[in-house]
């Protein structure tokens, strides 16, 4: 179970890497070994600003569709358009290749509601 140190989790199952006031945000690879193959991410929210909790999309994997939560608040500002064409990147490379939004964070404080590394693997041991 790959949960880089560098990064924030959800108990959601998304990270969060920060870069200034820059947020990108995927799913884990704990969350995507636990879907399956994923098959189809839509993120119809680009340009919206969202609240934590809120849904900003969904991922269809073989069996099943499952909401993606903000792990926190802001305003979307990119998309990564290249899952329209190769979903199956979020399976491959969740913390690179497979992420799924950026956006520019509205309270920087709603980073500590977030769950550190050891957090995180406490939650999916549990």
Do not use: C, R
């Amino acid at each position: 179970m790959n949960i880089p140190s560098d990064l924030l989790y959800s108990k959601d199952h998304e990270w969060v890497k920060v870069e200034g006031e820059i947020a990108t945000i995927g799913i884990t690879d704990f969350a995507q070994q636990e879907l399956g193959d994923i098959v189809y991410v839509e993120i119809e929210t680009e340009g919206d600003s969202l609240a934590a909790e809120a849904v900003f999309g969904t991922v269809e994997a073989v069996k099943t569709v499952s909401d993606l939560f903000m792990p926190i608040g802001g305003d979307i500002t990119e998309f990564n358009a290249a899952l329209e064409d190769t979903p199956e990147a979020v399976n491959e490379d969740p913390y690179n290749k497979g992420w799924m939004i950026k956006l520019k964070m509205e309270d920087p404080g709603q980073l500590n509601n977030l769950l550190s590394p050891d957090q995180y693997k406490e939650l999916i041991q549990a």
